[in-house]
Every structure is written in C-alpha cells, then in structure tokens.
C-alpha cells in the first residue's frame, strides 16, 4: 500500500449514505469519495522508502565516525592510509543494494497478498483491495474476514473476536445496527455492513498511531544484541581515542603525523565496521530468497527467532492433511428415522447453515438437497461449543458437531461407535434434535438422530516434511479443535515421532496440568483458540523456542503469543495479517526450507561475527593497556585495512551466504565473544610479547611493526580456518584465495603497505611467536572451557534458585 500522505486528496464535506443493500454505492458514488480522500487507505506504509534505505545506510555514527577520521589522515598528509575508506564506501552501496533489492521483492509479495473485500456496489458484489474501500461501502463480512474499516451491521449476525484491538479473547455478538470496529474478526455467521469510518479515521489506525508513538518495534535476540555490542563500543572508542591520542603525542613524544596515524589505526581496529552491514545484507538476502520461494516476511526479526525454534506447534487441517474435506460414511443412530430421512435433515439443516469452514462446505456438498423449509433463526459454528444449530418453527432445532461437547454423558454404545471411526482417522460429527430453542446455549437432553464421518486425504510431501524437523531435533506439537483418537491416527500416518501420545484438551483445567501435558503429549485434541494460547505461553516458561502455524481465526491468540508466527495464505485475513511469515501458496512442506532459511543467516551471521569481534578485542586491549604502560599502536590503518580485508571482511560476505541448517542454540553475543575471545587474546600476547622483545633487543620499529602484521595476519587466518571447518571445495577455494592474496600483499606489495625486509634476529623472533599461536588459542580455549563449566556447574543453578525466590516473593 502506498503512504496516505502520497495519494490523499484533500478532504471535502461530502453527503452520507446508507445504500440499500441490494444494490450498494454507485460507481459516480464512489468516484466522488475516492476523489474527496473518502478511501480506506491506512496513514503509514510498513516498507521503508527508497530514501529512507539510502539515509539509514550512509547517515551512521561509525560513517561519520570514519569520515573525521579521513579528515585527521588528510590533515598530516598521510593520503595513502586512507585505504580503509573505498573499503567503507563499497560496504555502504552493498547495504543499499541489497536492501532495495529486498524492498523490491517484499513490495511486490505484500501486493500479491494484501487483503481483500468484498463489497456491494452497482448491485454487483465484487472483490477488491481494502485500501479501495470507500466510507459509505457495503461489505460482506464472514468467518474469517478481518474488518477492514468501523462500520454497521445492516443486515445478519456474527460473532466477532475483539482480541486484537482490546486483548479479550471472548466472543461478542454483532446484530443489526450494532457497530463493527477495524482490526477485529469474525468468528463465525454473516453479514452485510456499511462502512462509517475508514483509513486514519479507523479506530484501528488511531489505536496504531498511538502505539506506534509510544512502542518502538521489537528488535530480535541477534539485532538487540548487535545494537548493544555498538552502543557500547560507541560510548567508549571517542574517550579511548582522545587519550591514546594525547598519550603518543603528549606523554611518549611521538610525531603528530606518527600519534594520528597510529590513534586512526586504533580506532579503526575497534570499529566493527561491516558487521552491522553484514548482517543487515545477510537478512535482506534472506528476505529476497524467501520470496523467491513464496514466503512473505513481514517481520525480518522472525528469521533470527526462526532459526532458534525447538518446538513447533501445527494444526491437523490444512497441514497434516490437505484443505479439503469430504464426506465418507454416514451412520443413522436412531431406530424411527431412516438413512433417507437424515439426509433429508442433514440437507434442510445444511441448506440454512453458512460455509464458513470446510466441514460445513463438505457437507452443503455431499447434502444439497432441495428442501421448502426455512429456518427461524441459525448459530453458526463456534471453536468454543464445537458445534452450529438451525431452529425452526415450534421450537424444533437442530444441533451437529462435535459428540463430546453436543452429548457429554453419551451411552457406552455410541462412545464405542464413534471410537472406531476415530481410530480410522475420520472426523466424526453428531447430529441431534432438540424440542426446544436453547439460543446460544447447548441443549440439555438432546436426542441422537446420526453419525457424519468426514476425512482428509493426508498430505503427498507429510512424511518427509516431518521426518526433516524430526532429523532437526525440533519438536512437533499438534493441536486441533478435533477428536484426539482421530488426529492421532492421522499423526501416526503422517510419521510424526510419539503421536500415540495424545489427550483430550477439555481434561486440561488448571496451568499445571497443561505445563505437565505439554512435556508429555505430542497430540492435542478438542483444544479451544484460548487453550492454544496457553500451550503455547507454557512452552515458552520452559525454556522453548516456539513457531506456531495456523490458518484459521481460532489460531489468532496462539499467533500472536508465539515467538515466530506462520500462517497460510488460503487462511483467513486476519491470521495473515498478524503472522510474522505467510506462506502464500499455503504448502507446509515448504517449511523445511525456511527453517533452514533461518538457520543459514543466523549461524553464518555469528561465524562472520566472530572474526569481526577478533579485530574488536585486540584493539581494545591494546588501548586499554596504552593508558598505563608506553605502548604505541603498532599497525597503521593501511596494514589493518590489509588484514581486515584478507581474513574478515571478504570471507564473512562468502561465508554469511553458505548452507548452514544446526539449529540455533544460546545467546548470540556470548556464542559469539566465546569464538572470537580465544582469537583475540592471542593477537595481544604475540602482539605485547613483540613489541616487549623490539623494546628489550633494540628492534627497529619498521622491523616491528612488520613481525606485528604478519602475526596478526596468521592469527587471522587461523581464526578463518576454524569458521570454515568443515571444509568443503568452496571454503577450501575461499580461504586458499584469501591466504595468497596475503602473501602477495606482504611479499609483492610490502612496501606499498610499509612492511620491510626483516633480519635474522627479527625472523628468530617472528617464528618463536607465530610457534606460539596455536598453543595460546589452545590455551585460552581451553580456560574459557574451564571457566563455563564452573558457571553451568554452580553459579547458573544458584542464580536460577536465586530468581525463583525472588519471583516467589
């Protein structure tokens, strides 16, 4: 959708209408309206402009950081130091074109899926997108529409879920004139209503602005902690690099074309400058590959979540099985109606009900019956009785739906009966009379008249798609409104591990037996849309990463309490719309792929992280330890440019984009600093132990400095090896490509990058330290190790008592 701001017309008082509902707003009608600004068109887009992608990639504080630290280089005419800055301007465009990329792709799923409505206009119903809704429109509203605009019931009745505007879960019944509010649903029935107020003038646009005002968005686990990591280095690289500034130039004496360079150099070592980028094109290329495969993110954040999920919660209908439904066998209980007679009913009974599901749709299909009666007044099905009724004259009704909920101290005989249709897989429905109108309410005594048993055909691509969570250790949930026997069965076939293990969702009453049913159970039957809910907060109190999928209005709660969020997008309006992803040709076996997706960005976004975080450590250290003892940075920012280039920069672009699907464990940051940590201490013991040796023997500084690049170099390569373990040919070629280019920069084009030829006693001292490289990472590795044993050991289980107790309080 396009910005209000871009296509509003100014506003001009026009004449208000209730159309008659038969015939709607003429065309002339709806001319003036859209002309007048009159259109349903919502005050802010969701998709960043091209402007704004361009700004937030060029406007950043290490941008700016970089430029005055060009400006200081340019000053003392220093020019050939300026390497680093080509290096900042080639990662700038990257951002943008890969993000516009990801906008294009993005923008043209959004269209594909956006909303629609259907409207009465010149006597034609027609299907149009919400943002060309008008006020005065006529829409047709049923189950599963998400309300556009406030409007007015005119003509019929729904029940309506107001959940996503006033966080209650219950149901409220709209008839005629009552008012209809933007952002809520329908639950079940139909109606005709016109709308009142439309765009910003909504009550779910005023409620947005205000949020939006007040909340800033959600950021996932991996961009918080990436914001924070900068933030920090942020606070500290400016008074860092003031004094290692005044230290080399006022305290040890340097030069000030010697202090500058050398200062630039520090703090350009602690800038992680392409990590944000990195994982800013990493997500977009995800975005754009998820597209390609008809997944629309609404929420790039989800994909981090994604690739930590565990546990993922689907429904029977639409997932395991296909969409469709057909009727299969149809069994009269009762001794004085004939099979002839029931379907006689079934097809009156029917005939009054709305489709608004696909078991109801099954059964208009399978009874079409011509039939002179018509009925008084109807309930159309609800996720809270399981059940739709028809009343008729002299309080003659007609209930079906689910057995337990219709008759719950059903006779031993039927329960058996129903029993063996369910161990079948087969949905079974029961029809009863009741002799009189209960309205709302479930009849007392009704009587039995038939069994209706229903099926779908499992899906082709099931047991693989399963089979692919199962080898990914991610646990499946099924939770379905059906019979528990029935999706079991079906769960069995389809290859779901331990789907014997199921329970009826009506014996589940308190939180403790769902937390304990959730750690057991694998099937869930007869679940109501707020139990959904519960499960799913249940898992996440337990420490799981849950994906809930859904496609239906009773999904809604659990959609939205889920850490990742999946919808279809055959489903309703209102569960696309909350959901994070939608899959929008509505095929669960492509699943696998976005999962992995999730996993591929986020595992390789912490490998790239980590040889970033190496650089970071280093230069910190030394920085910090450049306060108290008379220690210059040794590396000029040309030599670091060299080294940042060969084993971070161009690696981590390659490698964030490889094949990768481990499942996500831990924190990103502490995964990350654990990697790089090892890594980073060894640059500063080589490094210090250098400089202490050039100090001691009277090394020559350019000798120095040169033994100092190399180091760090073999570091850094060392630290490459170990992010690219496992080998395969494309990392193989990656880091042999970037090794020669190292030595062709040392060896061809040293004194490009004032590297000089080292003496005897200089390479003595060279080898002694690279020798000692990997017994430090070892060394380190090896305490780290020590050291996260110790706080699993002792300190986690203390802490976690700790906050138990204080919880408790």
Same mark, same amino acid.
């Given at each position: ?11 001009? /008082? ?16 709806? +001319? ?46 220093? !020019? ?20 516009? +990329? ?29 943002? %060309? ?23 019929? %009745? ?26 809520? !649903? ?34 996932? /686990? ?21 004094? $290692? ?11 000030? #074309? ?15 400058? @392409? ?38 919660? $689907? ?5 395991? #099985?296909?969409?469709? *439904? ?8 009762h001794p004085n109606y004939s099979d002839s007679e029931i379907r006689h009913i079934l097809g009156f009974v029917t005939g009054a009900l709305p489709a608004e599901n696909i078991t109801m749709q099954a059964l208009k299909a399978e009874y079409d019956i011509p039939s002179p009666r018509r009925a008084v007044s109807i309930l159309p099905f609800s996720s809270v009785t399981k059940c739709s009724a028809v009343f008729f004259e002299d309080n003659e009704s007609y209930y079906i739906g689910a057995p337990e909920f219709l008759m719950p101290q059903m006779d031993e005989t039927l329960q058996q009966t129903i029993g063996q249709y369910a161990e079948q897989g087969k949905r079974v429905l029961l029809l009863t009379r009741a002799d009189e109108a209960y309205h709302g309410a479930l009849p007392e005594n009704p009587v039995p008249l038939a069994l209706i048993m229903l099926m779908n055909p499992i899906r082709a691509e099931a047991k693989s798609t399963f089979g692919f969570f199962a080898e990914q250790g991610v646990n499946i949930k099924v939770i379905s409104g059906d019979n528990p026997l029935t999706v079991s069965r079906i769960a069995e076939q389809a290859g779901i591990a331990n789907a014997a293990k199921y329970v009826d969702a009506t014996t589940l009453t308190t939180d403790e037996l769902i937390d304990e049913a959730m750690e057991t159970y694998t099937v869930f039957g007869r ?5 959904? =809910?519960?499960?799913?907060?249940? *898992? ?66 912490? =490998? ?54 481990? =499942?996500?464990? @831990? ?22 132990? #250098?400089?202490?040796?050039? !100090? ?73 330290? *690279? ?9 380190? #590795? ?17 802490? +976690? ?6 919880? /408790?309080?």
């Amino acid at each position: 959708m396009k910005k209000q701001a871009e296509i509003q017309p100014q506003r001009v /008082e026009i004449e208000r209408v209730t159309p008659p509902i038969e015939q709607g707003l003429t065309d002339s009608q709806v +001319r003036i309206r859209m002309e007048n600004g009159y259109t349903n068109v919502m005050p802010e887009d969701t998709s960043h402009s091209v402007k704004q992608i361009i700004k937030s990639n060029v406007f950043t504080f290490f941008n700016l950081l970089f430029i005055l630290l060009a400006a200081a280089i340019i000053a003392v005419g220093s !020019y050939k130091n300026l390497l680093f800055m080509p290096v900042v301007i080639v990662n700038t465009v990257i951002g943008i074109v890969q993000e516009l +990329r990801a906008k294009k792709v993005l923008d043209q799923l959004t269209v594909i899926s956006a909303p629609h409505a259907t409207v009465v206009r010149s006597g034609q119903r027609q299907q149009i997108p919400v943002d %060309q809704l008008v006020i005065d429109d006529l829409i047709v509203l049923g189950a599963g529409n998400q309300i556009p605009a406030d409007a007015i019931v005119l003509n019929g %009745q729904v029940q309506v879920n107001e959940s996503l505007i006033t966080g209650e879960s219950d149901e409220v019944t709209k008839n005629v004139d009552d008012s209809l509010y933007s952002g809520s !649903y329908v639950v079940s029935g139909y109606c005709i209503a016109v709308l009142q107020q439309v765009g910003a003038d909504s009550f779910a646009a005023r409620l947005t602005i205000e949020a939006k005002q007040k909340k800033k968005k959600t950021q996932s /686990e991996m961009l918080r902690a990436l914001s924070r990591l900068i933030q920090v280095i942020g606070f500290l690289i400016i008074p860092l690099g003031l004094i $290692v500034f005044y230290r080399s130039w006022k305290v040890l004496g340097n030069p000030l #074309t010697d202090s500058v360079v050398s200062t630039v150099a520090s703090l350009i070592g602690m800038i992680p400058e @392409g990590l944000y980028l990195l994982t800013s094109v990493a997500l977009a290329v995800s975005v754009i590959r998820l597209g390609q495969k008809k997944t629309l993110v609404h929420d790039m954040g989800c994909i981090d979540t994604l690739a930590r999920v565990d546990v993922l919660c $689907v429904d029977k209908t639409g997932t395991i #099985t296909e969409p469709d *439904m057909m009727v299969t066998d149809l069994r009269t209980i009762h001794p004085n109606y004939s099979d002839s007679e029931i379907r006689h009913i079934l097809g009156f009974v029917t005939g009054a009900l709305p489709a608004e599901n696909i078991t109801m749709q099954a059964l208009k299909a399978e009874y079409d019956i011509p039939s002179p009666r018509r009925a008084v007044s109807i309930l159309p099905f609800s996720s809270v009785t399981k059940c739709s009724a028809v009343f008729f004259e002299d309080n003659e009704s007609y209930y079906i739906g689910a057995p337990e909920f219709l008759m719950p101290q059903m006779d031993e005989t039927l329960q058996q009966t129903i029993g063996q249709y369910a161990e079948q897989g087969k949905r079974v429905l029961l029809l009863t009379r009741a002799d009189e109108a209960y309205h709302g309410a479930l009849p007392e005594n009704p009587v039995p008249l038939a069994l209706i048993m229903l099926m779908n055909p499992i899906r082709a691509e099931a047991k693989s798609t399963f089979g692919f969570f199962a080898e990914q250790g991610v646990n499946i949930k099924v939770i379905s409104g059906d019979n528990p026997l029935t999706v079991s069965r079906i769960a069995e076939q389809a290859g779901i591990a331990n789907a014997a293990k199921y329970v009826d969702a009506t014996t589940l009453t308190t939180d403790e037996l769902i937390d304990e049913a959730m750690e057991t159970y694998t099937v869930f039957g007869r679940v109501t849309p707020e139990q959904k =809910r519960q499960f799913v907060l249940s *898992m996440k109190k337990h420490g799981h990463h849950v994906a809930m999928t859904g496609d239906g209005v009773n999904d809604l709660l659990a959609l939205k309490s889920a850490d990742c969020s999946i919808a279809m997008a055959s489903g309703s309006d209102a569960a696309a719309q909350v959901s994070q992803l939608v899959l929008l040709d509505s095929n669960f076996a492509a699943m696998p792929s976005v999962v992995a997706e999730g996993r591929r960005v986020v595992n390789n976004i912490e =490998r790239a992280a980590s040889l970033f975080l190496v650089k970071n450590i280093f230069s910190f250290f030394v920085a910090f330890l450049a306060l108290f003892i008379p220690l210059t940075y040794p590396l000029t920012p040309m030599q670091l440019s060299l080294i940042s280039t060969l084993t971070i920069g161009t690696p981590s672009f390659f490698l964030a984009l490889a094949p990768n699907t481990e =499942r996500v464990k @831990g924190h990103f940051l502490k995964n990350v600093l654990f990697k790089a940590m090892p890594a980073g201490l060894t640059n500063v013991f080589l490094i210090c132990g #250098t400089l202490l040796f050039a !100090y001691v023997f009277k090394m020559p500084d350019d000798e120095s400095s040169t033994i100092c690049v190399i180091l760090m170099g073999f570091v850094g390569f060392l630290m490459l090896w170990r992010v690219c373990t496992p080998f395969n040919l494309k990392r193989r070629v990656l880091w042999g490509t970037m090794f020669a280019g190292f030595l062709i920069g040392v060896l061809g084009l040293g004194r490009f990058f004032d590297l000089t030829s080292l003496s005897l006693g200089s390479w003595l001292v060279f080898i002694v330290f *690279m020798l000692l490289a990997v017994p430090t990472i070892r060394t380190i #590795t090896q305490i780290m190790n020590y050291g996260a044993d110790l706080i699993n050991k002792y300190i986690s289980p203390w802490m +976690r008592k700790v906050k138990e107790k204080w919880n /408790e309080r």
